[in-house]
């Protein structure tokens, strides 16, 4: 069998292409996805090279000449037809046919197919991964992708789409039933726990966004995977958007040769696919003054936490100042009232006993939190190419 380094192989794109854009609705609403295919067909002519070995048809393997490099690659080279480059349109198949007439002589045919843009919508109960998430107050305004338009040169273009889906959000805190304002809404007026908790159905906004970059590693993978923004992006503050899942592949682009703009040259990239998760919308009054701890809020503020995950200060122990002196460790001590231990408020500074000025589940009568950051942090403007 000879090898491709045995051969002159001549490559030629016939004319004959074909391609198709499909609209898909998904979801209970009905929105409307795009994806294009397209096929391409190339002549491939084997001829024996200058000096080289006496070929015969049994020794050229259609399979071998199948990975010739004028030949697109699947799973990596993107569509290009006349100088300009679809990058979201990736070869997936290809196949090879001997010529009847002339053995020397194969027709190669390429399917092509491209990532699906638009908006689509999930039904209820379906979820995606992390924790729920918020319908916002103000409309997300990227530009919405065209149905994937041809690209000149080395343009980094961005697909973004949107996914809505819904989960629960458990609740310490909620509204009357009048929705005359806030309440706690985690115990009983006798102030036993409630054996279920609270549970608000809240939307779960996710953004896929696809880009290319130069250059992607592991260490790129594992240090952006479900991290959260550092400061305020896309409209949103600090800890409100969280970056999901990451896939990565390499794939090749044909771009405009720097130095000849005639011409075309082949450059490796990076196509990165982000799900990005929208924190919920979950606004919090501040009960007790530096409460949680970090977040420099004081009784009366409003805050969100966004995606760090908060722990209510409620115990049915607390901390009580030593008998025997200031100086001494503070002694932990059941909340007992009346022969009965019950749940409390305690102060996040020292675990002691915090008593509420208001009663009836109103006022005060309410959990403050613990804050913890539990996913690391990434600065978002430098990471993802989000429209302007």
Known sequence: ???????????????????????????SGGQKKTKVTVNTNYLVIVSEKSGGPTLTPSDINPILLMTHDSLPKTGRTCYTFGGLVAPFILCNNKSIERDRENPFVFNVSASWESIEVGMSGAGAGQSAPGQPDRGPEEPLKP???????????????????FTTSSQELVQYESNFANDLGLRQSWKLPTGTPFSDPVVKKVPLITISLVQFEDDFTLTN????????NETPWN???????????????????????????NELIRVDKWRISYNIHLAPKHEITCVVNDEPFGLDVQAGDRYDPGWLTLQPLVDTFFMKPNPDGAALPDILTPNVEDGYASAGYIFEANGRKRTPASSGGSGDDRPSYMAFQTFSVSEFDDLLQWPK
């Open 143 to 161: 530009e919405e992708p065209k149905e994937q338009e041809l690209v000149s040169g080395d343009s980094q273009r961005v697909a973004v789409s």
């Open 1 to 27: 069998m000879a090898q491709l380094s045995d051969m002159d192989v001549t490559v030629c794109q016939r004319r004959v292409d074909s391609g198709q854009f499909s609209r898909s609705s998904s979801g």
């Open 235 to 261: 409209g949103r503050g600090a800890n409100q958007w969280l970056i999901g899942d990451i896939a990565a592949e390499e794939v090749t682009l044909s771009v405009v040769d720097p130095n000849d703009e």
């Open 221 to 228: 993978l594992e240090e952006r995977s479900y991290s959260v």
